[in-house]
């Protein structure tokens, strides 16, 4: 069943990860800028400061502060995606991979904002109180009833992508994984921690969710910028040498070395960008969703909030892990684990050949020794649980648009039981259902925006004419 699952899936996940895809998403992001004016470029200053105020003035709309909004928002969006995504993005499409990452991030910052001010524009709330929003419903309350079904189909693969992909199996297998690599613990001993800890958060609803994020997502990515940035610093001679190596490896072919196959440049545009989209969620109607709760004071105010964690997440914390991949450099005892004659010690890690989260484990190990391995694993663990976190928020609201608010309690059980079961599974197929499932999203999600992109522009010039914190 696996193999045929596979076999429909992988030519599947290379179309919509393809040329089409690639071009939707960055396009979209482009045209919502010119017809914005580059507004998050120029309105940087004032997001920030309704995050602030957001603490002061809020509306009676809504479950959760703007600030835990965020947060939740930025907990699904670091994860895996930026150690183990931004390792696997170099080891195929080279450093230039990098650079199309930081490309996909400033655009996406655009996208993000005009799906949550659609979001919270055209939000619910449910019998029993819930406040609900995303690409279903913009779709829903915002175009005719020809487009339906693109409402119900971003629902479906919303709950696909959060239990069986990247919100709950693949981030308890990450966890367990590196647990038992840098501490030896059981796989089975993190399942069942995890199902645990999971029961507990979950069991509160978005309230509770968002009060952990509130909490937990702030310490931890200061805590790993932190660990990065004494690394780069430790390393400052090499960082003006790696940032020139991104830049211009982004618009010429990566030669092979090493254990480096070599990388075209549309091979670098299509790592960097599917990568970074996996890491940001820009243009996947996900963050949306956990926004669509804020108490913000407008749909605008929460739509600038929201556009900042694209630049959290991209811009920042892949830009560490990035930079730190590309310089470290293969040890003698690396290049005799390897056992690979094209693998010298001194070569650049990046090109050994080894791949995802192994290298990014590999590059803090071979810059900082044991303590290396426990900070990435720690890091990578909080990441990666705080994302299923997020995620379940997500699927939670696919599940009640597509059944009703009785479905909450029966699904937090069950995404709580798949998530832990995920840490003793082998999940290359799951890896390959998220894959597929984000991308499956994304097109009805970015199709919605810019069939409501007139109105949109229209609603933006109106509002921020309104508030005096921000440039028309």
């Known amino acids: 069943m696996e193999e045929l699952l596979t076999s429909i899936l992988t030519p599947l996940n290379n ?29 940087w200053f004032a997001a920030y400061k309704c995050l602030w105020d957001g603490r002061k003035h809020q509306s009676d709309h809504g479950e959760i502060s703007p600030w835990n909004a965020l947060m939740t928002a930025i907990a699904a969006d670091i994860g895996t995606g930026n150690i183990v995504g931004v390792a696997t993005a170099i080891a195929i499409g080279g450093p230039g991979a990098l650079f199309w990452m930081w490309v996909t991030g400033m655009v996406g910052m655009m996208t993000k904002f005009c799906e949550v001010m659609l979001a919270v524009k055209y939000r619910e709330k449910t019998e029993a109180g819930n406040w609900v929003g995303g690409c279903m419903y913009f779709i829903k309350n915002g175009l005719s009833k020809k487009w339906h079904w693109m409402a119900t189909m971003f629902a479906i693969f919303g709950m696909t992508a959060a239990c069986l992909g990247i919100g709950g199996m693949v981030q308890a297998n990450a966890i367990a994984t590196n647990i038992n690599t840098t501490f030896g613990v059981s796989n089975w001993v993190t399942c069942a921690v995890l199902l645990v800890l999971a029961g507990i958060v979950l069991v509160g609803g978005v309230k509770r969710i968002g009060a952990v994020a509130g909490k937990l997502v702030p310490a931890m990515a200061i805590f790993y910028v932190l660990f990065c940035l004494f690394i780069i610093c430790t390393h400052i001679e090499q960082v003006p040498g790696v940032f020139v190596w991104v830049v211009t490896d982004a618009f010429t072919p990566t030669a092979a070395t090493g254990g480096f196959a070599g990388a075209s440049i549309m091979l670098a545009i299509r790592m960097g960008v599917a990568r970074g989209i996996f890491s940001n969620e820009a243009g996947l109607g996900t963050a949306p969703m956990a926004h669509a709760a804020s108490t913000a004071e407008s749909p605008l105010v929460q739509a600038s909030i929201g556009m900042l964690d694209v630049f959290i997440d991209t811009i920042i914390v892949c830009s560490m892990t990035g930079f730190v991949i590309l310089i470290a450099t293969v040890t003698p005892e ?22 995802g989260g192994k290298l990014s484990a590999l590059a803090f190990s071979t810059l900082l020794g044991q303590v290396g391995a426990w900070g990435v694993t720690i890091a990578l663990s909080l990441f990666a649980f705080t994302t299923s976190m997020g995620w379940c928020v997500y699927g939670e609201r696919c599940a009640i ?22 840490a003793v599974m082998t999940l290359d197929l799951a890896w390959l259902i998220a894959d597929t499932a984000n991308a499956l999203m994304a097109i009805p999600n970015l199709i919605g925006i810019l069939l409501l992109s007139p109105m949109l522009f229209k609603y933006v010039r109106e509002e921020t004419a309104k508030d005096p914190r921000f440039k028309v």
């Open 15 to 43: 179309f919509v990860w393809g040329p089409v895809m690639l071009v939707l998403l960055v396009g979209t992001g482009v045209y919502l800028n010119i017809g914005l004016k580059l507004y998050p470029f120029r309105n």
């Open 401 to 422: 648009y597509l059944f009703g608010d009785w479905i909450m309690k029966p699904y937090r059980v069950i995404f709580s039981v798949v998530m832990a079961a995920g």
């Open 334 to 355: 690396v290049a005799a684990e390897l056992d690979n004659p094209a693998v010298h010690a001194g070569d650049p890690l990046w090109c050994s050949g080894v791949s």
